[in-house]
Antibody
């Protein structure tokens, strides 16, 4: 059973950059895997941020595409999210998860425990 | 974007009850729909994928049905551990979108 663990800063200043990492534990990032980021806030609910493939190809939510980059480090068994030009609306719990491909897109399992990110000066 | 609308937003029920949650999509998602359960302080956990396929290990009291734009999640014989928030999510097209959630609370 793969386990996921997010890490990163809990507080980021407005206009700053958020960098989060998701470590894939007790398993490895196989060549067929997709990995995803989801965030959750009281205002917006659950919001899909995007996903990245083992090979490095990524798909992003168009609403965030101009501010998001995802990457994957197979040697470290982790993948990352970078979100630029932060504003208070980016305050949320951020989750990483494995994306199980079913058809073209995916359902998500398992999820990390989440990391709370607050955007504030 | 495909909008997902859940009803009701809150549902009060007792242990042993059978409850049904509805999820409607603003356009057809065929059967590309998943249901997730979220408990306080925890990440969501998938229950059902492709509208009616029970995730391995999920109790059989959970069932899903529907296709196109209307879907239901039924819990037959509510257990104490089932009091949580339930979300539907379409994965027919990008961006993947979630419903607003249905809170199942103890009556």
């Amino acid at each position: 059973q793969v386990l996921l663990q997010e890490s990163g800063p809990g507080l980021v200043k407005p206009s700053g950059t958020l960098s989060l990492t998701c470590a894939v534990l007790d398993d490895y990032i196989s060549t067929s895997d997709w990995w995803t980021w989801v965030r959750q806030s009281p205002e917006k609910g659950l919001e899909w941020i995007g996903e990245i493939h083992h090979g490095g190809r990524a798909n992003y939510n168009p609403s965030l595409k101009s501010r998001v980059t995802m990457s994957i480090n197979k040697s470290r068994n982790e993948f990352s999210l970078t979100l630029y030009s932060l504003n208070v609306a980016d305050t949320a719990m951020y989750y990483c998860a494995r994306a199980v491909v079913d058809g073209v897109w995916s359902w998500f399992h398992p999820w990390g425990q989440g990391i709370l990110v607050t955007v504030s000066s | 974007d495909i909008q997902m609308t859940q009803s009701p937003s809150t549902l009060s029920a007792s242990v042993g009850d059978t409850v049904t949650i509805t999820c409607r999509a603003s356009q057809s998602v065929n059967s590309w729909l998943a249901w997730y359960q979220q408990k306080p302080g925890k990440a969501p956990n998938v229950l059902i994928h492709r509208a009616s396929n029970l995730k391995s290990g999920v109790p059989s009291r959970f069932s899903g049905s529907g296709s196109g734009t209307e879907f239901t999640l039924t819990i037959s014989g509510l257990q104490p551990e089932d009091f949580a928030i339930y979300y539907c999510k379409q994965y027919e097209s990008s961006p993947l979108t979630f419903g607003g959630g249905t809170r199942v609370e103890i009556k």
